[in-house]
């Protein structure tokens, strides 16, 4: 079976400057996280989706980022404007009911 | 809201020697699930644990999930270099008014063995 597909895998910008990333789930898997992960540390939720309503979003930046999930299969999270602290890999999972979440490679943010 | 914690936060070993990582919780879980991480990779799920007390091993690994469900540990014996990388633990506990699970992972643990 295919895995989570994540684009792209790297991205630099510069502060200030927007920047989006695409997350494609395995099929048929009706929850999927999007989760910060900053060198040294554990992966933080950001947001968490059931097909496309949102679970729990109680860590997002609101003021700078977004997320959607597209009839409840890809999703897009958004960073506008960035800013230097933005920079870290983010991951995006994806999983049945309460099982297993399966990562994609995540996409390693560099603002500069 | 939720944490999950773990230590220790690194743990330099000699190949041979035993490793073992704990986690706690500060809300009680409906499963706890553990992950490696290899450097510069992704989460990799090991392994779940749902019920109360429930031990579960995988050749060298010994995953054990507490009595009142708030804390766990994993435990390798006799550690290969096959065995560096982060392990982390993740608690599945009901987001606040809905009846779904938020997957919160603890801070890890660095494993590093010496050859």
């Known amino acids: 079976e295919a895995g989570v597909a994540q684009s792209p895998r790297y991205k630099i910008i510069e502060k200030r400057q927007s920047v989006a990333f695409w997350c494609n789930p395995i099929?048929?898997?009706?929850?999927l996280y999007w989760y910060q992960q900053i060198l040294g540390q554990g992966p933080k939720l950001l947001i968490q989706?059931?097909?496309?309503?949102?679970?729990?979003d109680s860590q997002l930046p609101k003021d700078r980022f977004s997320a959607e999930r597209l009839k409840g299969v890809d999703s897009t999270l958004k960073i506008q404007p960035a800013k230097l602290e933005d920079s870290a890999v983010y991951l995006c999972?994806?999983?049945?009911?309460?099982?297993?979440?399966?990562f994609g490679q995540g996409t390693r943010l560099t603002v500069v | 809201g939720q944490q999950v914690m773990q230590i220790p936060q690194y743990q330099h070993v000699q190949e041979g020697e035993d490793f073992t990582t704990y986690c706690n919780s500060s809300t009680t879980l409906s499963n706890i699930q553990w992950y490696k991480q290899r450097p510069g990779g992704h989460p990799v799920f090991l392994i779940q644990?749902?019920?109360?007390?429930e031990v579960k091993k995988q050749k060298r690994l010994t995953f054990q999930f507490g009595e009142a469900k708030k804390n766990s540990s994993l435990h390798i014996t006799a550690t290969q270099t096959t065995d560096v990388g982060t392990y982390f633990c993740?608690?599945?506990?009901?987001?606040?008014?809905?009846?779904?699970?938020?997957?919160?992972f603890g801070q890890g643990t660095i494993l590093t063995v010496h050859p």
């Open positions: 099929s048929g898997h009706a929850t």
């Open positions: 644990l749902v019920k109360s007390g």
């Open positions: 989706f059931q097909n496309n309503g949102v679970v729990d």
């Open positions: 993740a608690g599945l506990a009901n987001a606040g008014g809905t009846s779904y699970g938020k997957l919160t």
């Open positions: 999972a994806s999983s049945l009911w309460t099982g297993e979440a399966f």
